[in-house]
């Protein structure tokens, strides 16, 4: 165990003079223990002895313990002119018990010879040798000063790489362009790996820039990350992001509140409450304002604005794309020059459209070389074989060049004499190691040890820790920002890290061999370096769950590994980011392959047997559905008891059979699981499983229970504290229980504030529903240009997110609103755009009716009327967008009636257009049949409708109707006036009895007839 003893002479008669004095060094001590992570000793024995214990000394870092005496020391300094003297000593024991330490140790004090230092024993040199300088007093180390471990590396703190010639040649070729001599082109620098293109774009923008070069990006990507969003976040500034609202236009300020905050939490790897389902659509929109600020400042401040895409050989191919569209937006601005840097020499295939200007760099040469050992070794010389011998070693690259060079003078290949240096004869300097690793062993050797503990938590973190969040976890663990820096810059200049907003390891084969050097400290750093980012992950500070869950995993860390793997299936599958998460619903996944205990198995499994089930079910694939159902019944992965895993395993499963029309099924299931979430206290699951039985109770047209079930929902949480995909949910759900009830008031109400909570966090597929929701009702209330506007809306955002299928039902309710608000060639035009389903020819032959071309309007309607009836297939938590009422009337009744209110509705009005076209009876004789067949049928909100056609074709019948014309009229009115009366809202009862185009008909007829 390592220990720090501490003594103030005279103690007892320092308390008595100077009470203050001692309890203020007590109170530093007590600081400092915290911060250094000790257990502090205060003996009460008046002797004025003091210990720190700072653990076994295997898990402990000697350079630490040094700083920690030195400022214990610097204390007691500062207080030296009102204490009576006081000494520090540094022990190693195998006593474990701190009092007894303290004990075993005390009389060492009173054997030193001096006073005020910081003492070893002789036990402890060989341990801090490489830390301290030290002189020996008889059986004790008199420490003079701490080893200043970091000036003899200055020399690699050089800008040692700055090749002349390739910069002069680069600058040339963009100087026209930025003059505007030449018209703005993508510039693509290109040649060999490792000749320090990066570092010459880097120094010439930064020459031009200046100060302004701060905020450049730079795109870029490492260990070959294949999600399309990694190489833009790398380009985002955490300092522009906060300077961008200066120079946004003012449309844009309300569009940056979502997608700047989006764009924040991705750069900090912070949890988002936003979970946009279109996420490549949004975050390039975010982007493209970044972009766009960037843009301004730097035209405000006359410079230009450099776009750099470094590693362009290496990104995905939907980070192309999103180029794709940046250029096309950015390019013809004069100020914008993006520079493109490859080892291939081509431009993507996809970006080949735009102008280029290619510019080779080449290799390093044999000149270059020999500028560079000669600034790091001044006076030597250099015969050609040497520098051939160097190159072909290197193959023409600079981080081998660096390590080799590092190794030179420790590796006894060369040695300094007086100024200048000489090759060492003994050696064979004109032949390098014959493979390099050799020299990276040797450099990984001569680092100390807080060098190599850092360099292997840079290896654990892999890039998941941005450059300050390593350090701020660095400073957590007691290693200050300037000493975490210096080791930085160490390790760099060895060619061992890359360095910049990331922090990650150059050679990815070295870990192994970290690690052999660590030996028994390997364990202990990957616990500290593990549980500082559990605990990130735990406060949502840190939310990259592909990162994450490889860690967690490969550290066989696995039930945080499950919970992560399940949080990234949901993200993913909520973002529809399809091929980002289909390599993690699958055994084959090579991180996945872990031996895992029985437990283990079968939560992994519940969690992707319940990810492969979502998924097919909103892909509207039910065979593979069917498939996976009987996979879960032959395997039973259940744990036998209450999981999370397994309620999400039953919510998904329910789903399948409420799509198959076996509400019990479904019902059960649901049960299941929110019987395991309440067990588990789980309130955010918990309100989802009463979601999905108020979904499931509204499907099966039981809209009271669907009310109920919501209800309970909603009361587990305030309304601020509510998730908001549950919250959004909820009112969508809500919504549609008071349209089939008749309250539009609400309904509104409700699609209205979904339409807000989905705008906010990104969720379009539900900004879509509620917005479609929220036209259909002013649709109903006779407010058809407030229902224009909303469908218009609508197909803007569908323009915007590509979302191609509900282009369809949006342009038909727009050209039917068109229709009623008398605007029938805009009508026409506007579903002339889509391709014709049943609801479209309805609407088609609707305003024929009004333009009174009957007979074109039955050719439509019978055309319709060869079309078979669809209806929603897919869970509600995503749209399938087959028309408008499958949409909104059908969409929660289809387990019972499949269709046929857009089937009816049809069929009325073809036996309507046929009384008028080719025969009053034969059309009454359709409608008898259908009002007598079908009038219980539930949740149709168009009764009065039917029967007022009816009514109409039975006063023109005479003596031969089948009904009376005023009792049909007359149930009409009724219909009408039972579902008016649900209507909240006085003012839009009025507008729905006296604005719908229908209703006033009725209304209006009823009142000639006296019924009113």
């Given at each position: 165990?390592?220990?720090?003893?501490?003594?103030i002479?005279n103690?007892?008669q320092?308390e008595k003079i100077?009470p203050?004095l001692?309890h203020?060094?007590q109170?530093?001590?007590?600081?400092i223990s915290?911060?250094k992570?000790?257990l502090?000793f205060n003996?009460?024995?008046?002797?004025?002895l003091?210990?720190?214990s700072?653990?076994?000394?295997?898990?402990?870092?000697p350079?630490r313990?040094?700083d920690?005496a030195f400022e214990i020391h610097?204390?007691l300094?500062?207080?030296?002119k009102n204490?009576?003297?006081f000494?520090?000593?540094i022990s190693i024991l195998?006593?474990?018990?701190p009092?007894?330490?303290l004990?075993?140790?005390?009389?060492?004090l009173?054997?030193?010879?001096e006073?005020?230092y910081v003492?070893?024993?002789?036990?402890?040199?060989d341990?801090?040798?490489?830390?301290?300088?030290?002189?020996?007093?008889?059986?004790?180390?008199?420490?003079?000063?701490k080893?200043?471990?970091?000036?003899k590396?200055?020399?690699?703190?050089?800008d040692f790489?700055?090749?002349?010639?390739?910069?002069n040649q680069?600058?040339?070729?963009?100087t026209?362009i930025?003059?505007?001599l030449e018209?703005?082109?993508?510039?693509?620098?290109h040649?060999?790996?490792?000749?320090?293109?990066?570092?010459?774009?880097?120094?010439?923008v930064?020459?031009?820039?200046?100060?302004d070069y701060?905020?450049?990006?730079?795109?870029?990507?490492?260990?070959?990350r294949?999600?399309f969003?990694?190489?833009f976040l790398?380009s985002?500034?955490?300092g522009?992001?906060?300077?961008?609202?200066?120079?946004?236009?003012q449309?844009?300020n309300?569009?940056?509140?979502f997608h700047?905050?989006?764009?924040?939490?991705?750069?900090?790897?912070?949890?988002?409450?936003?979970?946009p389902?279109?996420?490549?659509?949004d975050?390039?929109?975010?982007?493209n304002?970044?972009?766009?600020a960037?843009?301004?400042m730097?035209?405000?401040r006359?410079?230009?604005a450099?776009?750099?895409?470094?590693?362009?050989d290496?990104?995905a191919d939907?980070?192309y794309?999103g180029?794709?569209?940046?250029l096309?937006?950015?390019?013809?601005n004069?100020?914008?020059?993006p520079?493109f840097i490859?080892?291939s020499?081509?431009?993507?295939?996809i970006l080949?459209?735009?102008?280029?200007?290619?510019?080779?760099?080449k290799?390093v040469?044999q000149?270059e070389?020999?500028?560079l050992i000669?600034?790091?070794?001044p006076?030597?010389?250099?015969?050609?074989k040497?520098?051939?011998?160097?190159?072909?070693?290197s193959?023409?690259q600079?981080?081998?060049i660096?390590?080799?060079?590092?190794?030179c003078?420790?590796g006894g290949?060369?040695?300094?004499?007086?100024?200048s240096?000489?090759w060492?004869?003994e050696k064979k300097?004109?032949?390098?190691p014959d493979n390099?690793?050799?020299?990276?062993?040797?450099l990984?050797?001569t680092l100390?040890?807080?060098?190599?503990?850092?360099?292997y938590?840079?290896?654990?973190?892999?890039?998941?820790?941005?450059?300050?969040?390593?350090y701020?976890?660095?400073?957590?663990?007691?290693?200050?920002?300037?000493i975490?820096?210096s080791?930085?810059?160490?390790?760099?200049?060895?060619?061992?890290i890359s360095?910049?907003?990331y922090t990650?390891p150059y050679?990815t084969g070295?870990?192994k061999?970290?690690?052999?050097l660590?030996?028994?400290r390997?364990?202990?750093?990957?616990?500290?370096?593990?549980n500082?980012?559990?605990?990130?992950?735990?406060e949502?500070?840190?939310?990259?769950?592909?990162?994450?869950?490889?860690?967690?995993m490969?550290?066989?860390?696995?039930?945080?590994a499950?919970?992560i793997l399940h949080?990234?299936?949901?993200?993913?599958?909520?973002?529809?980011?399809?091929n980002e998460?289909k390599?993690f619903?699958?055994?084959?996944?090579?991180?996945?392959?872990h031996k895992?205990d029985e437990e283990e198995r079968k939560?992994?499994?519940?969690?992707?047997?319940?990810?492969?089930?979502?998924l097919?079910?909103?892909?509207?694939?039910?065979?593979?559905a069917?498939i996976?159902i009987?996979?879960i019944?032959?395997?039973n992965?259940?744990?036998?008891?209450a999981?999370?895993y397994?309620?999400?395993?039953?919510l998904h499963?329910a789903?399948?059979?409420?799509?198959?029309?076996d509400?019990?099924?479904a019902v059960?299931?649901?049960?299941?699981?929110?019987?395991?979430?309440?067990?588990?206290g789980?309130?955010?699951k918990?309100?989802?499983a009463?979601?999905?039985l108020?979904?499931i109770?509204?499907?099966?047209?039981?809209i009271g229970?669907?009310?109920?079930?919501?209800n309970l929902?909603?009361?587990?949480?305030?309304?601020d504290?509510m998730?908001p995909?549950?919250?959004?949910?909820?009112l969508?759900?809500?919504?549609?229980?008071y349209?089939?009830?008749?309250?539009l008031?609400?309904s509104?109400?409700s699609?209205?504030?979904?339409?807000?909570?989905s705008?906010e966090?990104?969720?379009?597929?539900?900004?879509l529903?509620?917005?479609?929701l929220a036209?259909r009702?002013?649709?109903d209330?006779?407010?058809y240009s407030?229902?224009?506007?909303?469908?218009i809306?609508?197909?803007?955002?569908i323009?915007?997110?590509?979302?191609?299928?509900?282009r369809?039902?949006f342009?038909?309710?727009?050209?039917?609103?068109?229709?009623?608000?008398?605007?029938?060639?805009?009508?026409?035009?506007?579903?002339?755009k889509?391709?014709?389903?049943?609801e479209?020819f309805?609407?088609l032959?609707?305003?024929?009716?009004f333009?009174r071309?009957y007979n074109k309007a039955?050719?439509?309607i019978?055309?319709?009327?060869?079309?078979p009836?669809t209806?929603s297939?897919?869970p509600?938590e995503r749209?399938?967008?087959i028309?408008?009422i499958?949409?909104?009337?059908?969409?929660?009744s289809?387990?019972?009636i499949?269709?046929?209110?857009?089937?009816?509705?049809?069929?009325?009005f073809?036996?309507y257009?046929?009384s008028?076209?080719?025969?009053?009876?034969e059309?009454?004789?359709?409608?008898?049949?259908?009002?007598?067949?079908e009038?219980d049928a539930?949740?149709d909100?168009?009764?009065?409708?039917y029967?007022?056609?009816?009514s109409?074709?039975l006063?023109?019948?005479?003596?031969?109707e089948?009904d009376?014309?005023?009792?049909i009229l007359?149930?009409?009115?009724?219909?009408l006036?039972e579902?008016?009366?649900r209507?909240?809202?006085?003012s839009?009862?009025?507008k729905y009895?006296?604005n719908?185009?229908?209703?006033?008909?009725?209304?209006n007829e009823?009142?000639k007839?006296?019924?009113?």
């Open positions: 165990m390592l220990y720090i003893l501490v003594q002479y103690f007892s320092l100077n203050d001692i203020n060094i109170d530093i001590f007590t600081s915290h911060d992570k000790c502090f003996d009460k024995s008046k002797e004025g003091f210990l720190f700072k653990g076994k000394k295997e898990k402990c870092d350079g313990i040094a920690t610097n204390v300094m500062k207080n030296k204490l009576h003297g000494n520090i000593l195998a006593e474990t018990n009092l007894n330490a004990a075993q140790q005390k009389n060492n009173f054997l030193l010879d006073e005020e003492w070893i024993t002789k036990n402890e040199y341990y801090f040798s490489k830390y301290l300088i030290f002189e020996k007093k008889g059986n004790f180390y008199k420490v003079e000063k080893e200043d471990q970091y000036n590396h200055s020399i690699f703190l050089k790489w700055l090749r002349q010639s390739s910069y680069l600058f040339d070729e963009i026209p930025m003059n505007g018209n703005n082109k993508i510039i693509l620098i040649g060999e790996n490792g000749i320090g293109k990066t570092t010459i774009v880097s120094h010439i930064k020459s031009i820039l200046k100060e701060e905020y450049t990006p730079r795109m870029y990507t490492f260990f070959k294949r999600s969003v990694h190489p790398n985002i500034h955490p522009f992001l906060r300077k961008i609202p200066e120079y946004l236009l449309y844009e309300p569009i940056w509140s700047g905050k989006l764009l924040s939490c991705l750069k900090s790897g912070e949890e988002a409450g936003e979970c389902d279109h996420f490549f659509e975050f390039l929109i975010g982007y304002i970044y972009l766009s960037f843009l301004r730097m035209t405000n006359l410079m230009p450099f776009f750099i895409c470094d590693d362009i290496a990104y939907t980070t794309k180029l794709q569209i940046l096309g937006d950015f390019l013809k004069p100020t914008f020059i520079l490859s080892q020499g081509q431009i993507p295939e080949q459209r735009f102008p280029a200007k290619e510019i080779e760099i290799p040469n000149r070389t020999r500028k000669h600034a790091y070794y006076g030597i010389k250099l015969t050609k040497i520098l051939r011998n160097l190159l072909e070693y193959k023409a600079i981080l081998p660096k390590s080799y060079l590092a190794y003078i420790p290949i060369i040695k300094k004499i007086k100024n240096y000489v060492n004869p300097e004109d032949i390098p390099q690793s050799k020299i990276l062993i040797f990984l050797k100390r040890q807080n060098e190599i503990d850092i360099l938590y840079i290896y654990l973190s892999a890039g998941m820790l941005t450059t300050e969040g390593l701020s976890f660095l400073e957590s663990n007691s290693y200050p920002r300037d975490a820096e080791v930085l810059l160490i390790l760099f200049h060895y060619g061992l360095t910049g907003d990650t050679y070295l870990k061999q970290i690690e052999d660590l030996q028994s390997t364990e202990y750093l990957c616990e500290v370096y593990l500082y980012i559990q605990e990130l992950w735990k949502k500070r840190l939310s990259r769950y592909v990162l994450l869950f490889s860690l967690f490969t550290h066989k860390k696995i039930s945080p499950l919970e949080l990234l299936i949901k993200r993913k599958i909520d973002e529809w980011d399809i998460v390599p619903l699958s055994l084959k996944n090579p991180v996945i392959k895992l939560q992994l499994r519940m969690i992707i047997l319940a990810g492969q089930l979502r097919s079910l909103l892909e509207g694939n039910h065979e593979q069917e996976i009987n996979l019944n032959e395997e992965p259940y744990l036998d008891r999981s999370s397994r309620g999400d395993l039953f499963m789903s399948y059979f409420n799509i198959k029309e509400i019990d099924e059960s299931l649901t049960k299941k699981a929110l019987l395991d979430f309440q067990d588990l789980l309130l955010e918990k309100a989802y009463y979601i999905e108020g979904a109770m509204l499907a099966d047209q039981k229970d669907a009310y109920d079930y919501l929902s909603c009361h587990l949480f305030s309304e504290d998730y995909c549950n919250k959004i949910r909820i969508l759900l809500t919504g549609i229980c349209y089939l009830e008749g309250n008031t609400k509104l109400d699609s209205l504030n979904a339409q807000t909570i705008m966090t990104g969720i379009r597929n539900w900004e529903t509620s917005i479609f036209g009702i002013y649709f209330l006779g407010l407030d229902a224009q506007e909303k469908f809306e609508g197909l803007s955002i323009s915007v997110y590509s979302i191609k299928e509900a369809q039902v342009y038909a309710w727009l050209g039917r609103s068109y229709i009623y608000s008398g605007m029938i060639k805009d009508g026409l035009k506007t579903l002339n889509v391709k014709p389903n049943r479209i309805y609407f032959a609707e305003a024929y009716f333009l071309q039955f050719n439509f019978e055309k319709g009327m060869e079309i009836s209806y297939s897919l509600d749209e399938e967008w028309d408008g499958s949409l909104v009337e059908e969409k929660y289809k387990a019972s499949k269709g046929t209110i857009l089937n009816r509705i049809v069929k009325v073809r036996a257009l046929l008028l076209c080719h025969g009053l009876k059309g009454i004789v359709e409608f008898y049949q259908i009002i007598r067949t009038k539930k949740n909100p168009y009764f009065s409708f029967y007022f056609l009816y109409q074709l006063s023109k019948c005479g003596e031969d089948v009376d014309y005023l009792t007359n149930k009409a009115l009724k219909q006036q579902r008016a009366s209507i909240e809202n006085p839009d009862r009025k009895l006296f719908n185009f229908w209703n006033n008909h009725i209304f009823a009142k007839k006296n019924l009113i």
